[in-house]
């Protein structure tokens, strides 16, 4: 399976700050995708991000607040932009890897005070 | 709307007591039953994939098994290593724009005492 990276792996950031979450993987693969943790919650999709071309978001997440790049196959940033103590989660990315199984990174645990 | 309810939401068994992890789920069209394992501060560590219903896997003390509206994670003579908390998601065939999306549940939050 893929080796995926993520950095920061935890941050604690001020209300009204950003932050850019960075997703490493170590082979080319066509699809990632970020996922939010909120505080015993489960995971939910935030978007799903395609190396040439715009991120698709789901319903209750948007660009401006969390603007995703994907300039290559391994490698992907998210930025959660102007943060409230609400963002506080565990920020999470996966891959495709073959046969449709999608494989988690570490995660980055993020508190926002 | 694609939906996945997990059961119970917390099991505590003695090691080698033997028991079972619902997944209820309801979906447009199933196109696969994933579940996952994650230990605290980590990401999720996939364990098995399944695709159609009568489908079972298996891998150590565990075996997945799977209906059309409900899978199960068998745990065979539990150790304190498989304390865990345990997800299920689904994913639909009917993506769209979100194709390969996963819906998860809650999870089971498993505790082995030895």
């Known amino acids: 399976s893929a080796v995926i990276s993520q950095k920061p792996s935890r941050d604690i950031c001020q209300r009204g700050t950003s932050l850019t979450i960075q997703c490493q993987v170590d082979s080319q693969v066509t699809m990632m995708f970020w996922y939010r943790q909120q505080p015993g919650q489960s995971l939910t999709l935030i978007a799903t991000?395609?190396?040439?071309?715009?991120?698709?978001?789901e319903s209750g997440f948007v660009i401006d607040k969390f603007p995703i790049s994907r300039p290559n196959l391994t490698f992907s940033t998210l930025t959660v932009s102007n943060m409230s103590p609400e963002d506080s989660s565990i920020y999470l990315c996966?891959?495709?890897?073959?046969?449709?199984?999608?494989?988690f990174g570490p995660g980055t645990r993020l508190l926002v005070l | 709307e694609d939906q996945v309810t997990q059961s119970p939401e917390a099991l505590r068994l003695q090691e080698g007591e033997s028991s079972s992890l619902n997944c209820s789920y309801t979906v447009s069209g199933l196109r696969g039953l994933f579940w996952y394992r994650q230990d605290p501060g980590k990401g999720p560590e996939f364990l098995f994939t399944?695709?159609?219903a009568g489908e079972e896997k298996e891998k150590e003390r565990l075996k997945a098994t799977l209906t059309k509206k409900e899978s199960f994670l068998h745990i065979t003579a539990p150790k304190p290593e498989d304390s865990a908390t345990y997800l299920c998601?689904?994913?639909?065939?009917?993506?769209?724009?979100?194709?390969?999306?996963?819906?998860f549940g809650q999870g089971t939050i498993l505790t082995v005492h030895p």
């Open positions: 996966s891959v495709y890897e073959g046969s449709e199984t999608q494989y």
């Open positions: 991000a395609n190396q040439g071309s715009e991120a698709t978001y």
């Open positions: 998601a689904v994913q639909s065939v009917d993506g769209g724009t979100s194709y390969g999306k996963l819906t």
């Open positions: 399944l695709y159609s």
